[in-house]
């Protein structure tokens, strides 16, 4: 059974940091693309970042591109998203998610596994 647990979410202030961490279980991790997306009250669930099998390619939504930072260790089946700057429209309940193959991807209906979430607040 693939398992997917997000952890690290909370409540900041604007201007400050957060460090999410999914880790997965149930299915060998370095071989698949992993992604973060986030969905806010009232709106679509939107993707934030996305990286590869290995780590050695990523991709951003322009909203969080040079404040956010996906990377992954393979060898904690970890992924990770460091998120700085950070802002109240940042405001979500944030989800990893993982492919079925190794590529990154910002489509979400690409990925077959997701995580319950875990809700950042930024206050102004």
């Known amino acids: 059974q693939v398992q997917l647990v997000e952890s690290g979410g909370g409540l900041v202030q604007a201007g400050g940091s957060l460090r999410l961490a999914c880790a997965n279980s149930g299915r060998t991790f370095r071989r698949y693309g992993m992604g973060w997306f986030r969905q806010a009250p009232g709106k679509e669930r939107e993707f934030v970042a996305t990286i590869n099998w290995s780590g050695g390619s990523t991709y951003y939504a322009d909203s969080v591109k040079g404040r956010f930072t996906i990377s992954r260790d393979n060898a904690k089946n970890t992924v990770y998203l460091e998120m700085n700057s950070l802002k109240p429209e940042d405001t979500a309940v944030y989800y990893c998610?993982?492919?079925?193959?190794?590529?990154?991807?910002?489509?979400?209906?690409?990925?077959?596994?997701w995580g319950q979430g875990t809700q950042v607040t930024v206050s102004s």
């Open positions: 998610a993982q492919g079925n193959d190794n590529a990154y991807s910002s489509i979400a209906r690409t990925y077959e596994y």
